[in-house]
């Protein structure tokens, strides 16, 4: 194959196909085979879509080459230092940052829903104590819309209303599902709290003594959450694009992308870092075995926290979220041994040719479990947070299909691989 000006030419048993060429805002070309079946009878095979463009997007640009992310062309290191998660929720979802008068209505808005149907409360009865929060979520924010029926539309007139009750209440559904399964008494919002100090309320308040907001961390968890709003097509949103595509509704859509996101390959990766780091403290050495074991296939262990399909160049998130570590530590006077086995295992993994060569960085999840266990928010809750922080991205991706006229439903071919045609055995006759 060859490519010129927009074209590209494709040379197939004889013949010669043009395949035309898309080229982004940054640069970034693809070759849009959407009349490649059609013209040759032949479909393209790309094992986990690492070299396939399921959509033109306007949301979110990554460079894995060298480690950028903008969020609708803000770096992410700007909005880490001076924006807050609900600035870049509605710069997301509404496509650009608010004047003062949005934001206002925007967290108006988010403080009206924050309250669940006062009925859900009786499905949280139905969960067993030992139930996973991701369980709960996904399950909850499905059963949130059969609360409220008007949300089943896949296009509601007001969606800056719908996906502010959903960014609402998945907050507040995670804050219940943290209370259900500790065996405690479930802790209303506030409305006079803004959206994260509200989370840490739900999350650690009694109904005797209310939690001690401590700015620092309010700060730490509103930065985590910021840093996860959106990251382009990772398996979470595409998997909310694919649901979204045949026109479910945006509670469905993203109760589909809470399944996702639970994968320990993708947002469960912050819980196994922490019970990585864990399992190293407590075998008392500095990691080495680990990292020996991870780059060993027959181990079947991963580093994790290490390594992206996107960046071949340290994820920006993880500097700024292991710098954000050390900072709260520090102003919380704390230290946190994991936190240095942490950096030992950076250190020894970015001096070793296994990691050097496949160009395995620490990820997102490698020090985002430090701040959360600084902060009190526990294990079985990391990929929870994950998915609050995401829900942004979720729902302007959600808003993106919906908003496309060309949108057509996902559904990819395949190549059959199965038994050729055979009849149909009677079963006596079956050996
Ligand atoms: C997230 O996509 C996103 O944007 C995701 C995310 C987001 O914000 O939505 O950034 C969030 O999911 C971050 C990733 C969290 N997952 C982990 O930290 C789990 C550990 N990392 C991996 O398992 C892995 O790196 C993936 C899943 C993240 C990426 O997998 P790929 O792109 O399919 O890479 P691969 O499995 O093909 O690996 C290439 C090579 C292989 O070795 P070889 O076959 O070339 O010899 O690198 C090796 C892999 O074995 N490798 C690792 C490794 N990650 C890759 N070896 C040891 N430890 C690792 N962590």
């Not at 996973?132 to 819309?145: K, V, W």
């Not at 989370?199 to 961390?217: A, G, I, T």
């Amino acid at each position: 194959m060859s490519s010129q000006n927009n074209n590209a030419e494709l040379k197939l048993d004889g013949k010669s196909y043009s395949l035309p060429v898309i080229e982004g805002t940054e640069g970034e070309r693809a070759f849009d085979i959407s009349a490649l079946r059609a013209q040759t009878g032949h479909i393209t095979m790309d094992d986990g879509y690492g070299n396939t463009g399921s959509c033109l997007s306007k949301i979110t640009f990554i460079d894995g080459e060298t480690g950028i992310l903008r969020y609708r062309g803000i770096p992410i290191e700007e909005l880490a230092e001076k924006s807050t998660f609900v600035e870049v929720a509605h710069l997301l979802i509404m496509g650009r940052l608010p004047i003062r008068a949005e934001l206002r209505r925007f967290s108006v808005v988010l403080t009206r829903y924050e309250m669940l149907h006062e009925d859900m409360k009786f499905h949280f009865e139905g969960f067993p104590a030992t139930a996973h929060p991701m369980a709960m979520l996904s399950s909850m924010i499905n059963a949130a819309s059969c609360f409220y029926p008007e949300l089943l539309e896949p296009e509601s007139d007001d969606f800056e209303i719908e996906a502010a009750r959903l960014l609402s209440q998945v907050r507040t559904i995670a804050a219940f599902s943290y209370r259900k399964s500790r065996g405690l008494p479930i802790i209303y919002p506030k409305p006079s709290y803004k959206y994260t100090a509200n989370f840490l309320h739900m999350m650690f308040s009694e109904p005797y003594q209310d939690y001690e907001l401590n700015p620092e961390v309010v700060r730490a968890l509103d930065l985590i959450f910021l840093l996860h709003a959106d990251h382009e097509q990772n398996c979470s949103t595409a998997t909310v694009r694919m649901v979204a595509s045949s026109k479910a509704n945006l509670f469905a859509s993203s109760a589909a992308g809470v399944c996702a996101l639970w994968g320990p390959l993708h947002g469960g990766a912050n819980q196994a870092v922490l019970e990585m780091l864990n399992e190293i403290h407590k075998a008392g050495d500095d990691g080495s075995r680990f990292v020996a074991a991870a780059k060993d296939k027959k181990s079947g262990k991963r580093l994790m926290g290490f390594g992206h399909r996107i960046y071949r160049n340290y994820d920006p998130r993880a500097k700024i979220i292991k710098k954000a570590c050390d900072d709260l530590l520090a102003k919380l006077k704390r230290s946190d041994p994991l936190l240095d086995i942490a950096k030992h295992l950076e250190q020894v993994a970015l001096s070793d040719p296994y990691f050097v060569e496949r160009k395995l960085y620490p990820n997102v999840d490698f020090y985002s479990g430090i701040i959360m266990r600084a902060i009190g928010i526990p294990l079985e809750m990391f990929t929870v947070i994950f998915a609050i922080g995401r829900m942004p991205g979720w729902i302007a991706n959600y808003r993106e299909v919906n908003e496309d006229p060309n949108s057509r439903i996902y559904r990819p071919r395949q190549i059959y691989m199965g038994a050729t045609q055979n009849p149909y055995v009677p079963i006596d006759e079956r050996s």
